[in-house]
């Protein structure tokens, strides 16, 4: 029986409780990131809002300090010249420095030659700012990469660019406007430039461009709410938003969001709620897990106690009919053992019975009859009757009925008084273990309601046992230990009985010695 419960358990869990565990910490989780999420979400639209409001002012003062600086190289390049002077009012400090590089050479600036030496140290620049003045879209290509030679002549593919006058010896001139700056960048290094049309092809002029130092001029003007904005090269395939350079601004990791408090504060609630409810909600799985665990043991016990209980009077059948079955036995045995057989079957009948009438409360089954009558017409004989049970065994009874209850009406089931009644009279008999045993059963009115209190002089009951006293299958331990007839439903079937038909059964300590059982009963019209 203990394998079939822990089986139908363990299926119970993991039908029912586990999925519902699983929805519910799920739930939990949801809650937990709620909060979160929405910060990210807010944080997202904080960012782009406050990015919003920053560019126009980055890029009006990145436009202000490029205008300054191309403002410095005029309208005319200085083509042609050995020595190029350094523009009036010097670099920026953002501007690593200023060039000039023709079909022919690298012109040099007075005071920049530093700059110039290492410039004409970068082949892959140099080699994409002359292809890059002659078409602004050219890629990108280190010409001492093997790849980007021509196999047949071993010449750089790229390095190649138009030349009008074949003779690179002959005066340069510029021969037209300088073209539209623009801008472009290898790996850290950011060129700002134009085309200038000469004599002898085009003409790179333009400066080179420190990121980080201009960013330093840029950043003041970001928002407050953005503190860790940043100035970064753009990604392959991202738009920049800080043209004409290849820039990118960013908001950063940190964007400030001033209404935290306010936000948590109406998050609290919703969140709570979401957490109170997977709580109860496992709780309540645990619960109802803890409780169908109890089913099934009460069920167990049911069977194992009904089953025990049934056994004995059975066997006492078998037995004393098999003894009855001699042709030689004395007429007193023969007597004796009828006697035993008419109690055991009253005992079983009672047995049954109470099984019986338990099932049909389980099952929400009441009985539909209704007696109304005078209370002592009605109760006299149910008293007598129980006081009569007691007397056969060995009890002395006192029926105390008050005078006043006699005009009252009752309306109420006298089956199930009677059944009642009989229950507390065989509680009586299994636990008053004294030498002069008695029960006292007075009748008294109670507002509107009839009281029968049922009093007896045995040793009481345990404190520990007073909780769960009307919870079906619990007996003393004293009667288990003896082996006693019962299954443990009588007080429990009693009760339910009582409020079946419109009152009550409670227990009653106190200071002395012995059971009492207050039942009240609802009085008629």
Not at 254 to 264: A, G, I, K, M
Not at 284 to 311: C, I, K, N, P
């Amino acid at each position: 029986m203990g394998r079939v419960m822990r089986k139908k358990t363990l299926i119970f869990f993991l039908v029912f409780v586990l999925p519902a565990l699983g929805v519910a910490l799920w739930q939990a989780l949801q809650a937990a990131r709620l909060e979160s999420e929405l910060q990210r979400i807010d944080r997202k639209a904080q960012a782009a809002r406050l990015l919003e409001l920053s560019l126009p002012r980055v890029q009006a003062e990145m436009g202000k300090l490029l205008a300054d600086e191309r403002k410095k190289l005029g309208d005319k390049p200085p083509v042609g010249l050995v020595n190029v002077p350094m523009p009036e009012g010097g670099k920026a400090d953002f501007n690593c420095g200023f060039f000039l590089l023709t079909p022919a050479n690298l012109q040099t600036f007075v005071g920049d030659e530093n700059f110039v030496r290492k410039l004409a140290d970068a082949p892959i620049l140099t080699n994409t700012i002359r292809r890059k003045a002659y078409n602004p879209s050219a890629p990108i290509i280190d010409p001492r990469e093997k790849s980007h030679y021509d196999p047949e002549t071993q010449l750089p593919l790229f390095s190649v660019y138009e030349v009008t006058e074949t003779d690179l010896d002959a005066p340069i001139r510029c021969t037209g406007t300088p073209g539209p700056f623009f801008a472009w960048h290898y790996k850290d290094n950011l060129i700002y430039m134009r085309s200038v049309p000469t004599t002898h092809g085009a003409a790179a002029d333009g400066f080179m461009i420190d990121r980080e130092k201009l960013a330093q001029h840029l950043l003041p003007l970001v928002e407050p709410g953005l503190p860790n904005a940043e100035i970064t090269f753009a990604d392959k395939g991202e738009t920049p938003n800080l043209s004409p350079l290849p820039l990118v601004l960013r908001p950063g990791d940190n964007v400030q969001l001033p209404d935290t408090v306010e936000r948590r504060r109406a998050l609290r609630g919703p969140v709570i709620s979401a957490w109170l409810i997977s709580i109860l909600t496992i709780a309540g799985m645990f619960a109802l897990l803890a409780f169908y665990s109890r089913v099934e043991q009460r069920r167990a016990d049911f069977v194992s106690s009904v089953t025990h209980e049934l056994r004995t009077p059975l066997t006492s059948f078998q037995l004393y009919t098999e003894m009855l079955r001699d042709p030689d036995l004395s007429a007193e045995k023969r007597q004796e053992y009828h006697d035993i057989l008419y109690r055991e079957s009253l005992r079983l009948g009672h047995l049954v019975e109470n099984v019986l009438a338990f099932a049909r409360l389980t099952r929400g089954k009441v009985r539909g009859r209704c007696d109304v009558g005078g209370c002592e017409q009605l109760i006299s004989p149910l008293l007598e009757k129980s006081a009569e049970h007691l007397r056969k065994a060995g009890f002395v009874v006192h029926i105390n009925m008050d005078k006043r209850t006699r005009l009252l009406r009752l309306r109420t089931d006298l089956v199930s008084v009677e059944q009642i009644l009989l229950n507390l009279a065989d509680n009586a008999i299994k636990y008053v273990e004294v030498e002069h045993p008695v029960v006292t059963i007075n009748v008294l009115q109670k507002h509107r309601s009839l009281v029968l209190r049922f009093s007896d002089n045995g040793p009481g009951i345990a404190p520990e046992l007073r909780r769960r006293l009307f919870r079906p299958f619990t007996r003393a331990e004293q009667v288990q230990e003896a082996r006693k007839t019962g299954v443990g439903l009588g007080l429990a079937l009693s009760r339910d009985l009582a409020r079946s038909i419109g009152g009550d059964l409670v227990a009653e300590f106190g200071a002395e010695k012995g059971s009492s059982f207050l039942l009240t009963l609802p009085l008629g019209e």
